[in-house]
């Protein structure tokens, strides 16, 4: 298990590195030159030469590329062009922020879209199994900044329940915490909710049929045990991978949501950050982004074993 | 200890149509049978596959998918009461222990995610009114009694880390596990090699003499009944064609059905090229024929056959045979 585990860790680097190579490349392809984004409009081609000459963006990209990452592998991930500090301590103040919202959009997910997709499958072709496909639909379909928005003028502007955006630390209260965080994390979460009733329904309709769940009602077992014991552990697996993903794609970022919501997390530092053309921070960011996804995805694997026995690591 | 007489009717089934109400039309599954099975005997159902024998099995325990499933007419008496009749919460308290099931697929018929112990306690705390730890020590006990090797350790594996026939074992040991008046055996040895077939029937036919319990089983392969059954049903497209003890019918089939499938069994104490093998396929069970669900394979079927189907009639002691011909049947015999 350990030695898995080291195996596996290992292999990440190699995904990294990708990642890191196409984000540096694509970001240096686009237009946009960061020093001309600094100095405005009315500076001379003198003065944003030598910006760029200090920025070190006058040296050639391989040049640039090997700099910055023998500085990443240090640990360091350079200076924000516009912050003035530090990219790593930057994206490190923001993290608890995106973290709360990941998880809270994750709660929405797990608690709206498991218990769905077990009881659509129950009651397959049902009135309720009918609804929860139709909404599923829509929350796949639906943008999430548009349910956002919607969400705004309902909670927030209609019935003021909500406030219309902002963020409150964890440490200045709880209730303020969350009264923050609930509309975020349902248009968040929504759309990751639509998608775990669709795969826990698809998952739990073919372990329904099987003939262990007909000898678990041949015992006399009730429907219920029969489905929230025989049939949902032997679904655990494919819920949890789905559920995996979900954190991972939330963790990296609801970039677009965060920014409806003026919420100050990694992704609206992100937005900020390639409207200015940051290199560094750009850079220093999806490689954070990446790193959490594959982590994440890694634990799921690993967490394997605890709802199959017939899955072992040597 | 059950005082029973030898005698006694455990389960009636009469006239039972279990019918699947399909988007292509109505599907006669089981289309009027009636059994009757004593107490302590076995009764063998026989047939091809889609011949209605596991839909009766399920109409017994209740467990027809509904829908489409449904039981649209019959009496299914078990001691008495019909089972038929019964609410779900009702034939909760009589699955797995007084009627249990066992699969042919020892495989898939196990939950993969659980241990063997659980799967067995699961069914005894269910039914009686002990606690977790004697559950497990009656489990133990159950495993030692199927035969599983070193049942204290074993009880904590997953069905994986058994063999097909120890899984069948324990398959057995969940079902005896509430000491079962009826067990209902679906294909027990179908999916098991011929070795462990024999063992899983000689231990099937132990248990119940020292449980005095009667079985039910269903099957395809009548060496599997020669070993085992005391009364057969044949069930030819949802309906019982030819119902006999064991004897009467290996000396005397008497429906062309059940002489055909008996052709069909390779013989060593004969020198023939060409295996026999009955014309034709099952028919579509939403296009039955007219007449006679037999007359499109039948070798002795004429113009009575393709217009009416006959009555189930006593042609002997004991012995019922659906079809009008019968008498013509033993003339083909001595040719062959």
Not at chain 1, 112 to 117: E, H, K, S
Not at chain 1, 179 to 194: D, E, I, R, W
Request: one cysteine or more; aromatic letters at 6%; a neutral charge.
């Amino acid at each position: 298990m350990l030695r898995y585990t080291l195996s596996r860790m290992l292999g990440l680097i190699p995904t990294l590195i990708l990642v890191a190579l196409i984000s540096f490349f694509l970001i240096h392809l686009t237009p946009g030159d960061p020093a001309a984004v600094m100095l405005g409009v009315e500076a001379t081609p003198e003065r944003v030469a030598n910006l760029r000459a200090d920025m070190g963006l006058d040296q050639p990209l391989t040049v640039q590329f090997k700099d910055w990452v023998s500085s990443a592998l240090q640990g360091d991930l350079g200076n924000s062009f516009f912050l003035g500090r530090p990219v790593a301590e930057a994206l490190v103040e923001r993290l608890p922020a995106t973290f709360s919202l990941a998880v809270a959009a994750l709660l929405v997910a797990v608690i709206i879209g498991v218990p769905a997709g077990i009881i659509a499958a129950a009651r397959q072709n049902s009135v309720f199994d009918g609804s929860v496909m139709v909404i599923a639909l829509l929350g796949i379909s639906v943008p999430s900044f548009w349910l956002g928005l919607l969400l705004i003028l309902i909670f927030s502007v209609g019935l003021g329940w909500f406030p219309t955006g902002g963020y409150v630390p964890i440490s200045e209260g709880f209730v303020q915490h969350v009264k923050y965080l609930v509309l975020p994390a349902v248009s968040l979460g929504f759309m990751q909710a639509a998608l775990i009733a669709r795969m826990t329904r698809a998952s739990m309709l073919e372990v329904i049929r099987k003939d262990y769940i007909t000898t678990a009602r041949s015992k006399g077992q009730s429907e219920f045990v029969v489905v929230t014991k025989h049939a949902l552990k032997n679904i655990a697996i494919s819920v949890l991978t789905v559920v995996g993903m979900a954190f991972g794609i939330l963790l990296g970022g609801a970039v677009i949501v965060e920014t409806v919501f003026a919420y100050p997390g990694v992704g609206r530092l992100v937005v900020q950050a390639v409207t200015r053309r940051d290199y560094p921070l750009i850079q220093g960011a999806l490689l954070m982004i990446a790193s959490i996804y594959v982590i994440v995805n890694l634990v799921v694997d690993l967490l394997y074993p605890l709802f199959d026995p017939r899955i072992k690591y040597e | 200890m059950r005082i029973l007489d030898e005698r006694e009717k455990l389960l009636e089934i009469r006239n039972l149509k279990t019918y699947f109400y399909t988007e292509e039309g109505v599907l006669k599954a089981v289309d009027g049978v009636d059994l009757l099975l004593h107490s302590g005997e076995t009764l063998g159902l026989v047939g091809e596959s889609g011949c209605g024998k596991s839909v009766t099995s399920m109409s017994i325990m209740r467990l027809l998918p509904s829908p489409p499933g449904k039981i649209v007419d019959g009496k299914i008496l078990f001691k008495g009461r019909d089972l038929a009749q019964l609410s779900q919460k009702e034939m909760r308290k009589l699955r797995g222990n007084d009627i249990s099931m066992i699969f042919q697929e020892p495989m898939t018929s196990l939950n993969p995610v659980f241990t063997i112990g659980n799967q067995i306690s699961e069914a005894i705390l269910l039914h009686k009114d002990v606690t977790k730890r004697e559950a497990r020590r009656q489990s133990i006990e159950m495993l030692k009694k199927v035969g599983i090797p070193s049942p204290e350790k074993r009880i904590d594996d997953y069905p994986h880390q058994l063999s097909g026939g120890m899984r069948q074992r324990a398959m057995i040991a969940l079902a005896l596990s509430c000491d079962p008046q009826l067990l209902i055996a679906d294909e027990p040895t179908t999916a098991l090699d011929v070795t462990i077939q024999a063992q899983i029937l000689e231990l099937m036919n132990d248990l119940k003499k020292s449980y005095n319990m009667s079985i039910m089983l269903i099957t395809h392969d009548l060496g599997v009944v020669a070993e085992t059954c005391d009364t057969v049903a044949v069930m030819y497209a949802g309906k019982i064609v030819e119902y006999t003890d064991a004897k009467g019918l290996f000396g005397n089939p008497s429906h062309p059905y059940t002489w055909g499938l008996m052709n069909s069994i390779p013989r060593l104490d004969q020198n023939i090229e060409k295996l026999h093998t009955i014309a034709g396929v099952v028919p579509n069970p939403l296009d039955f024929p007219e007449g006679c669900k037999y007359n499109t394979r039948c070798p002795i079927a004429d113009d009575k056959c393709l217009q009416q189907e006959a009555e189930l009639q006593e042609i002997r002691k004991g012995h019922k045979v659906r079809c009008w011909h019968y008498e013509r049947l033993e003339q083909l015999k001595k040719v062959h």
